[in-house]
């Protein structure tokens, strides 16, 4: 897939304490671990279902 040029921007809103496992290793796959950390990524299908399963923790702030 060739890129496209398109950031999304997301920050921690949520904590994973007792959160299940799988949401945690979401997160860190995004780049976040702490709370009130952001994240600029390549606005791609596999992020945005990354998105989707964590969105109850997280934020977009910015999308370009």
Known sequence: MAATGKTITIEQIG???????????????????KLHRKSTLEDTPSVRGMINKVQHLIRIVEEK
């Open 15 to 33: 904590s994973t304490n007792r959160r299940p496992e799988r949401q945690t290793q979401t997160l860190i796959g995004l780049g976040l671990n």
